[in-house]
């Protein structure tokens, strides 16, 4: 099936409100990156640090218009994150450009953000070109080798000092804002022991990190038995971050509330959005306001072609694209 590279609207605790998403890597999914807790089928996917051309601008462009066409102006930011990590396309900026004259000529009130590992360009010391972005929300759920180890399994010989190093000497204009996603196994914390905690907040000081996103898991991971962390450590490490000087924004709700406008998706854009992010259909039917009756028809669609299937975490169904 074809597949967009612009999707929603998607519901998102960071910008309590819809936004869209716009993936310029795949399928398949790239990333230097394989976290424990990725969302994105795929989980076998090699890493990569290799910026090469990936979609093309005008695939991504005619992807976005059509997206906008459909659901109107109601999404609060256009996040630029999909099935890996944007920054390896050689692409990206001619991308966010191209995102950003769209929203001008349109006159959407919404914020370019991207999200990234940063390590593609740390690694080569390469210049980032955030002119048109508002913001860029880096993977950092680590302040220990180990940590960084064992919750993103980074691509052979990716160091967690050398994106310290880059954060460090970026000269951002504040745009930067370190995500960090706490995860337990099983019962056990994987990166919010007391320990684990306080070495991140160190790392965020060291690299010179402002502002960081706290939250947990929200959909089912690539690895079966990781967990979300409790609420209490998530304020715990709210505590270790404003005590090293750092703003955190916890992120413990979800938005409850429906997209502004009556959306009608297609089986391919439903397709594309349920291959970035697994949805309940809770979600779904709040997202595009439809009936149920049509959302089940085009899911069932879907999982009769092979290219949907349901994944039932934490007592929730939910909808999971899959690449053929
Ligand atoms: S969660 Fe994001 S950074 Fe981690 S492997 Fe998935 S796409 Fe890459």
Redesign the pocket.
């Known amino acids: 099936m074809e597949v967009k590279h612009a999707v929603g609207p998607y519901p998102s605790r960071r910008a309590n409100g819809y936004i869209a998403i716009i993936d310029s890597v795949g399928p398949p ?1 790239a ?5 424990v ?4 089928k795929g989980g076998g996917a090699k890493t990569t640090t290799t910026i090469k051309r990936l979609v093309s601008p005008d695939r991504v462009l005619r992807s976005f218009e059509q997206l906008m066409d459909g659901i109107g102006g109601g999404v609060r930011a256009v996040l630029v ?1 999909g ?3 944007p920054l390896l396309n050689e692409f990206f900026s001619e991308i966010v450009d191209s995102l950003a004259k769209v929203l001008k000529k349109r006159k959407l009130d919404a914020e370019l953000w991207i ?1 990234t ?1 940063l390590q593609t360009h740390a690694v080569a010391s390469r210049r980032l070109d955030l002119a048109n972005v508002d913001r860029v929300y880096v ?1 950092f759920d680590a302040g220990s080798s180990e940590d960084y180890a064992t919750i ?1 399994e980074p691509h052979h010989g990716l160091k967690l000092s050398t994106l310290i190093n880059y954060l460090k000497n970026l000269n951002e204009g504040g745009k930067i804002v370190a995500e960090l996603s706490l995860v337990s196994i099983g019962e056990l914390p994987l990166n919010w022991s007391r320990e684990s905690l306080e070495l991140i907040a160190i790392s965020y000081r060291k690299a010179g990190v402002r502002k960081a996103v706290v939250r947990t898991i929200d959909r089912p991971p690539r690895l079966s038995g990781v967990r979300p962390a409790p609420e209490a450590a998530l304020r715990r490490a709210a505590e270790s971050l404003t005590e090293q000087g750092i703003e955190p924004l916890l992120l413990l709700e979800k938005p409850q509330f429906h997209y502004s406008e009556v959306v009608v998706p297609s089986t391919t854009d439903l397709y594309s959005l349920l291959l970035r992010r697994p949805m309940t259909i809770t979600e779904l039917r709040r997202s595009f306001r439809i009936p149920y009756s049509d959302l089940w028809g085009a899911i069932e669609s879907l999982m009769n072609r092979g290219i949907v299937e349901e994944v039932v975490w934490r007592g929730k169904v939910f909808y999971r694209g899959i690449t053929s």
């Open positions: 999914k990333c230097p990156y394989n976290c807790y990725c969302p994105i994150n099935m890996g990590d999200k590992s993977v993103n």
